[in-house]
C-alpha cells in the first residue's frame, strides 16, 4: 500500500458523500484533521478561516494532493504569457491605442489561464478508495 502525507496546511481535492448520498467535490487547504474528520478551508492572516468545511473520514471516496509547486507554476506561466503578450504587443503594435495592448495582453493571460485548467485540472481525483486507497491517521 503506498502513502501519502497530507499536512495542515496543505491543500488537497476530496470526493466524498454528501448529506443525501450525493458525490460531492471540495478543493481546499487542510485546517484540521482528527481520528474523524478532516476540515478543510480557506486560512486567513489575522481573522477566522472562510468556507470551512467538516467532512467525515468515512465518507471521503476519493482524494488528490496539489502540490505547491504546480500552483506555483500556473500563476508564472500565465502572468509570463500576460506580460509577455504586454510588451510584444507594446514593442511592435505602433498601430493599436495603449488601451487595446492592455485588452490583447490581459485576453491572452486569460487564454492561457483557462487552457492551463483544461490541461491541469484542479479538481481531477487521483486516489480513489475503491481501488484499494485507505485513510490512515498518525
Do not use: C
Not at 477566522?48 to 471516496?61: L, T
Not at 510588451?87 to 492592455?102: H, K
Amino acid at each position: 500500500m503506498e502513502a501519502i502525507q497530507v499536512t495542515k496546511g496543505g491543500l488537497v481535492v476530496l470526493m466524498y458523500q454528501g448529506y443525501l448520498k450525493q458525490m460531492e467535490l471540495e478543493s481546499n487547504y487542510v485546517l484540521d484533521i482528527n481520528d474523524s474528520t478532516v476540515t478543510i478551508g480557506k486560512p486567513r492572516l489575522f481573522s477566522e478561516p472562510v468556507n470551512k468545511k467538516k467532512i467525515r473520514i468515512e465518507d471521503i471516496r476519493g482524494f488528490r494532493k496539489v502540490s505547491a509547486g504546480s500552483m506555483l507554476l500556473k500563476t508564472a506561466l500565465t502572468v509570463g504569457a500576460t506580460l509577455g503578450t504586454y510588451y510584444t504587443i507594446r514593442n511592435n503594435g505602433d498601430n493599436l491605442t495603449s488601451t487595446q495592448q492592455l485588452l490583447y495582453s490581459t485576453g491572452a493571460g486569460l487564454v492561457t489561464n483557462l487552457s492551463l485548467k483544461l490541461i491541469f485540472p484542479d479538481n481531477k481525483i487521483k486516489h480513489q478508495m475503491k481501488h484499494g486507497w485507505k485513510v490512515m491517521l498518525r
